[in-house]
Nanobody
C-alpha cells in the first residue's frame, strides 16, 4: 500500500533552517507529482509547494518563495523541503502528499520560536 513517511521538523529560532523529508513507497514515486501542505494552529490547510515527476518544475505559495526549496531524489523515493529564513508564520504541521492528494504523510511539526 501507499506509504509516505516523514521526518525532520522540530523547534528552530526565527531565521533558522530545517529540512523535511518524505520517503515514499507503494507506488511509482518517479511518476508522481508531489506536494507539501501545511496547517497552522487554528487554521485550514495551505498548499506550500509542489514538484513535477522529474523535479524540474516547482511551484511555491508566495509567502515562502525565495526561502523554501522543494526537491526530490527519485532514486531514493524521497521528497524534500528545505526551509530557510523561517518565520513565526511558518509554524505549522507539514504534510507531504502524492498526486491527487489521496495519500498523505503522517505530518511533522515545525515550531519557530525564540
Amino acid at each position: 500500500q501507499v506509504q509516505l513517511v516523514q521526518s525532520g521538523g522540530g523547534l528552530v529560532q526565527p531565521g533558522g533552517s530545517l529540512r523535511l523529508s518524505c520517503v515514499a513507497s507503494g507506488f511509482t514515486f518517479s511518476r508522481s507529482w508531489m506536494y507539501w501542505v501545511r496547517q497552522a494552529p487554528g487554521k485550514g490547510l495551505e498548499w506550500v509547494s509542489d514538484i513535477n515527476e522529474g523535479g524540474d518544475e516547482t511551484y511555491y505559495v508566495d509567502s515562502v518563495k525565495g526561502r523554501f526549496t522543494i526537491s526530490r531524489d527519485n532514486a531514493k523515493n524521497t521528497l524534500y523541503l528545505q526551509m530557510n529564513s523561517l518565520k513565526s508564520e511558518d509554524m505549522a504541521e507539514y504534510f507531504c502528499a502524492k498526486a491527487g492528494l489521496t495519500n498523505w504523510g503522517q505530518g511533522t511539526q515545525v515550531t519557530v520560536s525564540s
